[in-house]
């Protein structure tokens, strides 16, 4: 047990660049009490001394503000950044280099004894606030973004955004030059996301903009058959699409201008 807690403490100083000496690591990281607390609680369970071992993961839950079930099941080099409000339950697996951030919940989605709580491989990493539900399988490498809300498996190296939580990629949120030119024409940029991050708005409003082009270029043909049979059609110029200033929160005035 202490050979790995001597890994958990490496970890820290990997995942964690606040992290200054083992000591202030000891003393004041409770996501590494908790994991310490849990193996202990886990040998307990695993010996059948259920009491015993759900009192010391309730008097960890109590220091720590991280909840663990004994029943769970923990790799090596798992990481729990500030923690506060995580739970963990009792048929979760989690496996080797896993991160886990404050307010993630793996829980169950059912009264029924068995299998009822999350899978996570390896290398996994869930942002704050997410909230992985049910017995399905988190495959290698995957990242689940923060607040989301996952109730299906997850294929390898995926990333997670949402409620419920879809699969994105940077390419599908990135707009085409079609996109862009009709985006700005609207008054209205297709790709205001964070540095790295997909957003999935974005990719809704991508498509919008891809269907209005269509509908564009229908209308211009529609236009022209109609002169071509000798129909008549206003040729007043459409106005621009004008877009009104509105308030971001900051107190300043913004524009799609």
């Not at 068995?114 to 704050?128: E, I, M």
């Not at 974005?202 to 891809?210: E, G, R, Y």
Request: with cysteine; net charge negative; hydrophobic share 40%.
């Amino acid at each position: 047990m202490f050979d790995h807690l001597k890994e958990d403490i490496k970890v820290v100083f990997d995942r964690d660049p606040a992290a200054r000496s083992k000591i202030e690591i000891l003393m004041s990281y409770p996501g590494i009490h908790a994991v310490f607390f849990h193996r202990f609680s886990h040998r307990l369970w695993k010996l059948n001394w259920y009491f015993l071992a759900r009192l010391t993961s309730h008097m960890a839950r109590f220091m720590t503000g991280i909840e663990i079930h004994p029943g769970a099941v923990i790799g090596r080099r798992f990481f729990i950044d500030h923690g506060m409000g995580v739970v963990i339950g009792e048929t979760a697996v989690i496996g080797d280099d896993c991160t886990l951030y404050h307010g993630v919940t793996l829980g169950g989605t059912s009264w029924q004894k068995g299998k009822r709580h999350p899978t996570l491989g390896n290398s996994v990493v869930v942002g704050a606030g997410a909230k992985v539900l049910g017995p399905i399988e988190i495959s290698d490498n995957a990242r689940i973004g923060s607040n989301s809300v996952v109730v299906r498996a997850v294929p390898e190296g995926a990333t997670i955004v949402g409620i419920p939580g879809r699969v994105v990629s940077e390419e599908a949120s990135k707009p085409s030059p079609e996109q862009e030119a009709m985006a700005k024409k609207m008054g209205f940029d297709a790709y205001a996301a964070s540095n790295g991050v997909p957003d999935p708005v974005a990719v809704a409003i991508n498509s919008m903009l891809d269907h209005i082009q269509v509908m564009d270029k229908e209308m211009e043909k529609m236009c022209h058959e109609i002169k071509a049979l000798g129909g008549k059609i206003n040729e007043d110029v459409i106005e621009e699409m004008k877009t009104q200033p509105f308030d971001d929160g900051t107190g300043q005035s913004c524009s799609g201008k």
